[in-house]
């Protein structure tokens, strides 16, 4: 939620008030700036949480169930329809564009990682068919090969070697079942993840400085301040896997994280949908600059991640209780 308030606040692209924004991929010497730009790499480290743990355990799946994937399809679309309606009865001077991309919000991406999902996963029984052929020796030269070439070479420039988040997310996908299948030792050793978490995150920060100081002075790097913010960053990569396997050797229980932890696809559907980021995420910003200003940046845009969570939970749990269960009756009888 904060790296997507942060790419509202950043880019005119994803917001209708330009004079609001602040260029947060420009070279900077405002402290307050960079440390924004700083957390604008979270936004990564959230979605791989998603792609690592769920390549974890898909490793041991051996069939597709389509009902589940139909059902996801549809309460993408039931939602972008809610959330439509609302928007047309309540707001002025929504555009057609915006309107047709809402009804299509699968096919036209919407959510970038909805739609990749989608495409990966009737696919992940092939992958896994593929990892049992290939063996420990040859598992391994696939993942060097290709880890190199869109972890490492797209990593620089992310535009070769047709590279798109289906092809970085198989690859991450190939290499999160090589440490598990033949790397779990490794995998649950605390003091070698905490390192593997410290070392990268600090490589990425000195990154980001570096970029920095060089686009203060030449003008090529003066607006690559967010250039490595992607799920191929191979640092951020390597810190999430770490994060992930330290707290998934931790084992507690508490009902708040489970409910919360259940809502979490459709906080992520409701609060980044089209017409609610590009409209009334923006609104608030400017909302705060025109009234408030900037001076306290930082505080306002963590007031604004906490007001859009609870409103993307309360939002999750209406729809559990008023739609889920029609959505999902309307999913089997089309399904069948």
Do not use: Q
Not at 283 to 291: D, R, V
Request: proline share 2%.
């Amino acid at each position: 939620i904060n790296s997507h308030v942060l790419t509202t606040l950043a880019n005119t692209a994803h917001s209708i008030y330009p004079n609001s924004t602040i260029p947060l991929a420009n070279a900077t010497t405002n402290i307050v700036h960079l440390i924004l730009i700083v957390a604008r790499y979270v936004g990564p480290i959230g979605n791989l949480i998603f792609i690592i743990s769920t390549a974890w355990f898909l490793i041991d799946s051996k069939k597709v169930n389509f009902k589940k994937l139909f059902f996801i399809f549809l309460e993408v679309i039931s939602i972008s329809y809610i959330i439509l309606i609302i928007m047309i009865i309540f707001w002025k001077d929504i555009s057609i564009i915006s309107i047709i991309k809402n009804l299509f919000p699968v096919t036209l991406s919407n959510n970038w990682y909805i739609t990749c999902y989608l495409l990966f996963y009737p696919l992940h029984v092939v992958f896994n068919k593929i990892i049992n052929y290939l063996g420990k020796r040859k598992h391994l030269r696939f993942c060097i090969i290709s880890s190199i070439l869109y972890l490492g070479i797209c990593f620089l420039k992310n535009d070769l070697l047709f590279s798109s988040y289906l092809i970085w997310w198989t690859v991450i996908y190939f290499d999160v079942a090589y440490v598990k299948l033949y790397l779990k030792k490794y995998a649950n050793n605390k003091k070698l993840n905490i390192f593997l978490v410290i070392l990268p995150l600090m490589l990425n920060l000195v990154l980001v400085i570096f970029i920095n100081l060089l686009g203060l002075r030449i003008s090529f790097f003066s607006d690559k301040l967010i250039y490595f913010k992607y799920i191929n960053n191979p640092l951020l990569f390597i810190a999430t896997f770490a994060i992930f396997n330290i707290f998934r050797n931790i084992h507690f229980k508490n009902k708040i994280i489970n409910y919360v932890s259940s809502c979490s696809l459709l906080i992520y559907i409701i609060h980044e949908n089209l017409l609610l980021r590009l409209y009334c995420r923006a609104y608030m910003l400017n909302y705060i600059y025109e009234h408030y200003g900037y001076n306290k940046i930082i505080l306002w845009i963590i007031i604004l991640d906490i007001i859009i969570f609870l409103f993307a939970l309360i939002s999750s749990i209406i729809y559990k209780k008023l739609f889920e269960k029609s959505v999902r009756r309307i999913s089997e009888y089309l399904y069948y």
